[in-house]
Structure formats: structure tokens, C-alpha cells
């Protein structure tokens, strides 16, 4: 990656598009580059998909619950339980992680149906210990583009070789 494939990943997040043409006339790149270059980034992994994000609460799906999971540790088990977490109806998000608790899985969900739902699943997950779910109350930030969350002058200046920050 060099700056201006920087440059164009800051608008995507920016803007919240991947169209070439509203691209280059945000960043002044021309638009046959842009296009270049994001078909290279998906090609590289670094562009996942097309932004085409959804509001969650307009197709019902108003409830955030966050579960901290604790695992019988065995050969492999933060791959064969992340994975057993992973595939639950309604989890978005599964991390291994340090500390007291072994996983972090966050779902959005419509019912609290669902919810109870889930916890049986999660707690039917061979290796799964103890869970503790969280509702979320009130979202203060989701910022589904981490780009956004850094200016593009830090993120220009991590591509130089001496970054050290």
C-alpha cells in the first residue's frame, strides 16, 4: 500500500462508498485509478466487500448483547470453540482473547427469545464453561470503518519503514 491507496481507503470510510467516480472527485484521483486500485486492494484482501453496510434497527435487529465466554482449555480449543461460537445464528463478532475471560462475542438480536436462544447455544458449544451476557443500552460509537477513528496523516505515516509508534 502507498499513500494514495491511503488516500482512497480514508474517503471509502469517509464517504461510505466505493463508487470510483464519487471517489476520485473527493481525493482528485482519476477515477480509471481509483477503479485500479481498489480492484487491486480486493484482490489483496484489504477491501472486504462493498460497503454495503445495513441499519441494523430498520431490519429489526435492535438488540446488542455482548457475551464473555470462558473455555475448557484443550489442544486447539480457541480455534475449535471460536469457530462453534462463530457459527451461532445472530453472532457478528468472535475474539480470542487474554485475561480471565477466553472470548468476546458480540450478536444483534430482535427478541429476547432470541436472546435465551442464544445463551443455549452458546452454553451447548462443547468446551464452553461459564457465559456472562450484556445487553447494550444505548450505542455511543459503531463505527463500522476503523479508518475513520485516525487521521490520514497517522495512517500515511505507518506505510513509512521507521514507524515506530
Do not use: C, W
Not at 94 to 111: C, E
Amino acid at each position: 500500500m502507498d499513500e494514495k491507496d491511503v488516500t482512497i481507503l480514508s474517503a471509502v470510510a469517509r464517504l461510505g462508498t466505493g463508487s470510483a467516480e464519487k471517489l476520485s472527485e473527493e481525493t482528485d484521483i482519476p477515477t480509471s485509478t481509483v477503479h485500479y486500485r481498489l480492484e487491486k486492494l480486493r484482490e489483496r484482501g484489504v477491501v472486504t466487500n462493498d460497503l454495503l453496510d445495513v441499519d441494523l434497527e430498520a431490519v429489526g435487529l435492535n438488540i446488542t448483547v455482548i457475551t464473555e465466554v470462558t473455555a475448557e482449555y484443550s489442544e486447539q480449543y480457541h480455534d475449535d470453540v471460536g469457530e462453534a461460537l462463530a457459527d451461532v445464528e445472530g453472532v457478528n463478532q468472535v475474539y480470542f482473547t487474554m485475561g480471565d475471560t477466553d472470548f468476546v462475542v458480540i450478536a444483534h438480536l430482535s427478541s429476547r427469545g432470541m436472546v435465551e436462544r442464544l445463551i443455549e447455544d452458546y452454553e451447548s458449544v462443547d468446551g464452553v464453561e461459564q457465559t456472562s451476557s450484556k445487553f447494550v443500552i444505548k450505542t455511543i460509537k459503531d463505527e463500522p470503518r476503523p479508518l475513520n477513528d485516525f487521521d490520514p496523516e497517522t495512517l500515511a505515516a505507518l506505510l513509512q519503514p521507521d514507524a515506530t509508534e
